[in-house]
């Protein structure tokens, strides 16, 4: 593999004592408090949480585009201060710039960093070919479908052999066979850039499947609400998805998760109820319980 | 496990050029089929370009005076004839000649100001609340009502003809660049910053190529207006141009004249905006499909 991915085992993240608000009209609104996650280098590990937990606000303080307001982030023990290609980035939307090819894509960060031309054409075509994308290299990103295009972010992100990877809800927009597809590419990446992942879903199966480690947050404002660590042997196939071990995980988080949506849409609806409404609605319409 | 063998399954966009060779019969159909709503527009264009001709024909030569008066109107055949001795004038081509170049360098001023002024204000908060303020002040007065004051401000007439072109495409093309930037999509300057891009190339490879749909818009606009404004300006203080010809023609009763000045206008106003687009086309290749 070519120089632009050489990386030894960095990227260590720390957030200590981490909260941020927002300033409204009505005073600051506390979207996250009380954090603390570390992710050790090369390690894969996500953050899960009810919708508006503030997770994405987490990922962003990490990238460098929020500041916390209280608390540090720190990436090897350098305060983050702004976002850098030290930490790369892969956004929901893609993000590509629709004005530029895929391998001009790819190569924006090391044109960035001052890469002679013809090193970093050579350097894009490498990545593409790693990501099965040679072949669309001249192609503008709207021709892509969702999951090329994801690809592309991916690759984007990695070329300028980050120490950490960031992931923010990536594959949220995408068909679940893509899906399952792109979590295929992923690993691999990571596994073979020893690369440390954080990574942002709801989805709590793409957690499970993909980490070493899940924290699981609470209702807004969001903090911590568990850290669990998946011992699932790698690498990891499919077939896992149906084994107990993978079950027992998934129904552990489940329970987290729902107790922290719950309380996310109100007090009124408590676990109970929701329970009653189940069963009254059994076989019924909604008109005939009513 | 290779990347290539998870590659996604599904068509590829790519373009795969069909298996079977075709025969002459077979593409020409094929291109027919593919190309059907095009001709269809085309062949509807020319046959409402012929029925327009014919209407006015037949309105001149039976000198209809129906709430308005076709009487002093000239026929399309008349127009033609006055075209044909035009074209062999050098006075006729010099008309166009110096209206084309006051188009040329109001247009050119108006981009090469316009468009950096608009990329600034869209990036600098504080050049936009100096600038603005003025520009919208000035904007809503028409480039026509400029004319005394251009007089007064500039040594010679060409100059103050060129200015008022100037005026005319300056506002769309300030208002449509900042509108661009102003639509730059937040998750890209933010991908471009953490692939390590600093304020300078931020502007160049993200705010400009992400305004330049709209910078465009400004210009085929800014066009449009420029030849108004031109058009008025001779009229009103001109030696020379287009406008002042056909304005001259009115003044010498020469009837055909007057259209023919017209269709000239016309016809300069459309190929202006046609070179536009294509520029467009050349500058952004990513919006062509």
């Known amino acids: 593999m070519s120089e632009v991915l050489a990386n030894t085992s960095k990227g260590h993240i720390e957030v200590r004592n981490f909260s941020l608000a927002y300033e409204t009209i009505e005073g600051p609104v506390q979207a996250v408090t009380d954090t603390q996650i570390h992710v050790k280098p090369g390690e894969f590990v996500s953050i899960v949480g009810p919708s508006g937990c503030g997770k994405s606000t987490l990922l962003n303080a990490v990238a460098g585009f929020l500041k916390p307001t209280t608390g540090i982030v720190t990436v090897d023990g350098d305060r983050v201060n702004g976002p850098s290609a030290e930490r790369g980035m892969v956004f929901q939307q893609y993000s590509l710039f629709p004005w530029k090819t895929v391998r001009e894509n790819v190569e924006f960060g090391l044109k960035m960093r001052g890469m002679p031309r013809s090193q970093r054409e050579r350097a894009a075509r490498t990545l593409l070919g790693l990501a099965g994308l040679e072949a669309f290299e001249k192609h503008y990103p709207e021709k892509l479908s969702g999951g090329m295009k994801q690809r592309v972010g991916i690759v984007r992100a990695l070329a300028t052999g980050p120490k950490v990877l960031l992931l923010d809800e990536p594959f949220g927009a995408l068909d679940a066979q893509t899906r399952v597809i792109m979590q295929q590419i992923l690993t691999n990446m990571w596994q073979r850039l020893k690369i440390s992942v954080l990574f942002v879903t709801h989805d709590i199966d793409e957690a499970i499947f993909l980490s070493d480690r899940v924290y699981c947050m609470t209702a807004r404002p969001g903090s911590i609400k568990a850290e669990i660590p998946i011992p699932l042997e790698r690498p990891r196939q499919q077939a896992m998805m149906m084994s107990s071990e993978f079950l027992a995980l998934r129904r552990g988080l489940m329970s987290l998760i729902r107790e922290e949506s719950l309380k996310a849409m109100g007090g009124e609806i408590n676990d109970m109820g929701m329970q009653g409404l189940n069963i009254e609605l059994h076989g019924h319409s909604l008109a005939d319980v009513i | ?289």
């Open chain 2, 1 to 289: 496990m290779p990347a290539t063998a998870i590659a996604e399954a599904g068509p590829a966009p790519a373009a795969t050029p069909p298996a079977t060779p075709a025969s002459f019969g077979t593409l020409t159909l094929r291109w027919y089929r593919l190309n059907q709503g095009r001709l269809r527009a085309t062949a509807i264009g020319i046959a409402s370009l012929i029925a327009f001709l014919l209407v006015w024909h037949l309105l001149t030569t039976y000198r209809v005076v129906f709430f308005v008066r076709f009487t002093n109107v000239p026929s399309p055949l008349a127009v033609y004839a006055s075209f044909t001795t035009a074209i062999h004038d050098p006075k006729f081509l010099m008309h166009i000649l110096l209206s084309c170049r006051r188009i040329f360098i109001g247009f050119s001023l108006a981009a090469i100001v316009g468009v950096p002024l608009g990329l600034i204000m869209g990036r600098f908060k504080l050049a936009h609340e100096v600038i603005f303020p003025v520009a919208e002040v000035l904007r809503p007065i028409p480039a026509i009502a400029w004319v005394p004051m251009a007089i007064m401000l500039w040594p010679t007439n060409e100059q103050s003809i060129v200015f008022i072109t100037f005026l005319g495409s300056f506002f769309p093309i300030l208002v449509n660049t900042l509108h661009g930037m102003s639509l730059v999509d937040p998750v890209l300057v933010r991908a471009a910053q953490c692939l390590g891009a600093r304020e300078r190339s931020i502007f160049r490879e993200v705010y400009f190529p992400a305004s330049l749909p709209h910078i465009f818009t400004g210009l085929t606009v800014g066009m449009g207006v420029a030849w108004v404004s031109l058009i008025a300006a001779e009229m009103i203080s001109g030696q020379y141009g287009i406008g002042y010809f056909t304005w001259e023609a009115y003044s010498l009763v020469q009837y055909a004249d007057i259209a023919l000045g017209m269709i000239a206008i016309g016809v300069l106003g459309l190929g202006s905006s046609l070179l536009i687009r294509g520029m467009g086309q050349l500058v952004m290749p990513w919006r062509s499909t």
